[in-house]
């Protein structure tokens, strides 16, 4: 008798918790990407592709996967070994160290460009070291205003997502069966591939994926160092600079040019959501 | 005496260590850490230094940066609350149950990080101002969004909800159900399970996603400035748009002050959002 | 134990190293990359000469159709091919980018105190204002009302956007230069009008600010608002701006021409840092001569600035009102001192607006 009731709430439960969770991502998210697509196609679909042909979107499209992946790479790297440091052991200073990782997140995305740019720039104290590596080796490199510089931004701004989706999972998880392992006389590596990877697989994509958004659509940081159209431009630098054209069809050309990202996030989307479908085997509706 | 006691602290510190790779991990953390980001930040904040003390406590109390703190911290918090509950909804609803359209729900959270913000804030202005679609039906209730803090918040809930879904949801699937099977044969009905056993196993989760959120909010620029309508009058102006303000007349010292001062007061609450997420992880930790 | 102490230091080192290698050599592939392309653009004195002109928002298209009259032009003067690589933004936020390093060769900002400041930072020789004939502008534009179709509020003039009920959108001066015209045309007309009495004035100002709902950070942000988002009853816009909108939406707005306003006088120069470094001095200067060759003042006119020349200003009388009492730069005493009693911390703005 009780157990009915309990399932009868449940359901209700259920049933309201799924219609708050459609109409919050619905209003919240969806109506703006749709108005956005709706947006990109209100001059018809030819127009629609013939603002996506230009060369200046095509140097962008590249510029925007190069730093979107380094970003993905660097940040990877460093979550996989933060998280490891920051939660399979105890030193003093540990929460201090965690908290600068998370500065990134909190900081004005110009003044993070800026950073760049009062280090590397003209007016910055580290330009006399790249002019005498460039001296020295008869180079021309550039840092800010220039690709380096925009694939240092974009790292900036995702630095911490990798670590941050790793460690509540691993701290979680405890280190009981590392330190089992450790003591069995297992090397580090082995106890991270056979112990520690498959509890963070799907944090780890996570944190990948959410990096890989985050880097694509990034605009301040970069912006505040890259000025060139048609050289450094990224994507969201690319639709800034149609919007503020400010011609309509410009105007419904950058709406185009902002179908890409939405596009390229969603094909990566499903990629994932295969992985994780095949992975986990469950029963997938839809 | 002394000498021997300091020797047994020793041990058990390196016994505390049994898992190897704590200096490797620790030095490319610091590394990296310093190399691509303190040293950078520090390169821009002596601009900070450059001030007279008088200037600088000038510049940072001056009645537009007070409100520009003030409105920041107050609608990233808030926006942060919101993005929490709705965060922990969302996880519980993909994790725990099965329905039509779950894995495409699913597949949309991490949207709105693909949009440039400054594409997100022109659309949300437009939907949420008196001649948008959202606007219009708020309109019919005496609700305005667009040009007012509450168009802020909305910036921020959109920019904020992923951190929080995508932190709680992978300890959320860890969970395994045979505690609340128990805190069920016990008696206890759902809302007893949940309050008082689920949400404690989220809540360093929880804390994460929440202080993520709030940090994202607190930094922000493209999405906001096109919905705040950067009034100093009904104070909208975020510290964001502050610093812009300064930066478009070349004054280094005045934006990098601000920016400084907000550095320091989003550490200070990440820094106890941080302890307190360990505090509780550690708890749950020793139950378990 | 003392081993151990070691090999845990040897581990941190090489971390250290690894990290640091790794640093170095994103930073070089990356840069791979970036000196690749500038190399082949970069080089001067070859058949293809590069140059880069840093100018502010609105004049995108005007610039890009400059750009190609002055190729063909350079091509058949000298025989050399010409490509100008165009940056655009807010005019402030431009300038401090060639001070923090941007490569420009020119600059064609919206307004002279944006050049002095990269003068200031000593990448402009002294003296860049006489350079070039007219002040270095060789285009300016006005400040004029965008309304609705029809005008319903019937705004003529601006003692008649202080009235009740008027909804105003206007950028905020304090983060765009650009802004800082409109604030000075309408200080202008309200100095007329109480002939110089200053509490009056602010007074008119204060009320005028105040009928501001929604302040952007920026002139096309403004635009946007009006425009798009449909708010406001009136856009205070440049003129070149507003022929823009009404040539996109000829049915849905007009312009109003206020009986005073103010010369708008963008400025031009050469970044002689730059250029010298670049070999650029000379491509720079034939680039900002050729803006006063009758066949640029036409272009100019086309893309609704109004052309230094007055004899080609002339032929677009049906464009622009000629009759509006135009003050400049100068009534105030130059930028400079406009600025500082206007738009820095506490002044004026600050005042009036916190009213």
């Known amino acids: 008798m009780e157990k009915k009731t309990r399932r009868e709430e449940s359901k209700a439960a259920k049933a309201i918790l799924i219609t708050i969770s459609f109409l919050f991502v619905g209003l919240m998210l969806v109506v703006p990407l749709i108005s956005i697509l709706v947006n990109s196609l209100s001059k018809g679909f030819g127009f629609y592709l013939s603002s996506l042909g230009t060369k200046f979107v095509s140097s962008a499209l590249k510029i925007t996967i190069l730093a979107t992946a380094a970003a993905v790479l660097v940040n990877t790297l460093f979550g996989l070994v933060a998280s490891w440091a920051l939660t399979r052991f105890s030193f003093k200073g540990k929460q201090v160290l965690s908290t600068l990782i998370d500065i990134p997140f909190s900081i004005s995305p110009v003044i993070a460009g800026l950073a760049y740019i009062m280090t590397f720039g003209r007016m910055g104290w580290a330009a006399p070291i790249v002019e005498g590596i460039n001296n020295a080796l008869g180079t021309d490199i550039q840092i800010v205003f220039a690709i380096p510089g925009v694939l240092l931004a974009t790292i900036f701004v995702t630095f911490p997502f990798v670590s941050r989706e790793l460690i509540p999972v691993l701290n979680a998880e405890g280190t009981d069966e590392e330190e089992a392992a450790a003591l069995m006389g297992a090397k580090g590596f082995s106890i991270f591939k056979s112990i520690t990877f498959p509890k963070i697989k799907w944090a780890l994509l996570y944190g990948m994926i959410l990096c890989f958004a985050r880097a694509l659509g990034e605009f301040g940081a970069v912006h505040a160092l890259s000025k060139t159209r048609g050289k450094t431009f990224t994507l969201p630098l690319e639709i800034d600079a149609l919007y503020l054209s400010g011609s309509a069809d410009s105007i419904v050309a950058s709406f185009a040019v902002s179908s890409i990202l939405v596009i390229m996030a969603v094909i990566i989307l499903i990629l994932r959501n295969l992985l994780e479908h095949r992975e986990k085997g469950k029963s997938g509706i839809v | 005496m002394s000498k021997s006691s300091a020797e047994q602290k020793k041990q058990t510190k390196k016994q505390g260590r049994v898992i190897p790779g704590f200096g490797l991990t620790l030095g490319i953390t610091i590394a990296m850490l310093s190399l691509l980001i303190l040293i950078p930040l520090a390169s821009i904040l002596v601009y900070a230094f450059k001030m007279s003390p008088s200037a600088f406590i000038e510049t940072i109390t001056s009645e537009n940066v007070r409100w520009a703190f003030l409105t920041s911290i107050s609608a990233s918090l808030i926006a942060a609350l919101i993005n929490s509950v709705f965060g922990v909804i969302l996880a519980w609803v993909l994790v725990r149950y099965d329905f039509f359209g779950k894995r495409i729900l699913d597949g949309l959270i991490e949207l709105p990080f693909c949009i440039p913000t400054a594409v997100a804030g022109i659309t949300l202005s437009k939907l949420y101002s008196d001649k948008g679609m959202f606007g219009k039906a708020l309109g019919v209730i005496g609700i305005k969004v667009s040009y007012t803090h509450l168009g802020i918040i909305v910036a921020m809930v959109f920019i904020g909800i992923p951190f929080v879904v995508r932190a709680i949801q992978p300890v959320l699937e860890k969970l395994d159900g045979q505690y609340e099977e128990a805190s069920y044969i016990l008696g206890a009905d759902r809302k007893t399970t949940f309050f008082r056993v689920v949400l404690p196993e989220l809540r360093p989760a929880l804390l994460t996603g929440f202080g993520l959120s709030f940090a994202r909010g607190i930094g922000e620029y493209g999405s906001v400035i096109y919905i705040s309508g950067n009034s100093a009058k009904e104070h909208t102006q975020v510290v964001s748009y502050v610093i812009m303000q300064k930066l478009n007349y070349m004054d280094y010292e005045s934006a990098t002050s601000i920016a400084l001062v907000m550095l320091v007061i989003s550490f200070l609450m990440l820094l106890f959002i941080n302890i307190v997420q360990v505090r509780q992880s550690r708890r749950t930790n020793d139950v378990a | 134990m003392m081993k ?18 790794l640093a170095v050599g994103l930073t070089a592939c990356g840069s791979a990359g970036a000196g690749g392309s500038d190399g082949q653009s970069g080089q001067a004195g070859g058949e293809e000469l590069t140059m880069t002109n840093v100018s502010y928002d609105p004049t995108r298209e005007l610039y890009a159709a400059y750009n190609e009259a002055f190729a063909k032009h350079y091509e058949a003067e000298t025989g050399k091919k010409v490509t100008v690589v165009q940056s655009h933004g807010g005019s402030g936020g431009q300038a401090r980018s060639v001070v923090e390093g941007a490569d420009a060769d020119v600059v064609t900002l919206a307004l002279e105190h944006d050049i002095t400041l990269i003068e200031e930072a000593g990448l402009i020789k002294e003296g860049w204002l006489s350079e070039f004939p007219l002040d270095s502008s060789p285009y300016t534009s006005t400040i004029v009302f965008l309304v609705r179709k ?20 206007t950028p905020d001066p304090k983060s765009s230069g650009g802004a800082m ?27 005028l600010y105040g009928n501001v709902t929604v302040m952007d950070s920026g002139a096309r942000g403004s635009t946007t608002t009006f425009v798009e988002n449909g708010q406001g009853d009136v856009l205070l816009a440049w003129e070149n701006e507003a022929i823009n ?11 109003v021409t206020p009986s005073i306003s103010i010369l708008a006088q963008p400025s031009v120069a050469i970044v002689d840092e730059n250029a010298d470094k670049n070999g650029t001095q000379e491509l720079a200067k034939a680039y900002l001569d050729y803006l006063y060759s009758d066949e640029a003042q036409k272009i100019i006119g086309e893309n609704g600035y109004r052309p230094s020349n007055q004899e080609i200003l002339k032929n677009f009388s049906d464009k622009f009102d000629l009759n509006v009492n135009l003050c400049t730069i100068n009534d105030f005493g130059g930028w400079n001192a406009a600025y500082e009693k206007f738009f820095t911390d506490g002044a004026i703005f600050d005042e009036i607006y916190s009213k």
């Open chain 3, 4 to 21: 151990k102490n070691v090999q845990s230091i040897t581990k941190k080192v090489a971390a250290l190293i690894v990290a640091g290698a």
């Open chain 3, 245 to 255: 909108t009404l040539k996109e939406y000829p049915d849905e707005y007009e312009i």
């Open chain 3, 150 to 169: 029809g005008n319903e509020k019937g705004l003529k003039d601006w003692d008649d956007l202080v009235n009740d009920g008027v909804a105003i959108i």
């Open chain 3, 181 to 207: 015209w409109n604030f000075l045309a309408a200080w202008h007309f309200a100095d007329l009008k109480f002939g110089g009495d200053e509490a009056q004035i602010k007074d008119f100002m204060a009320k």
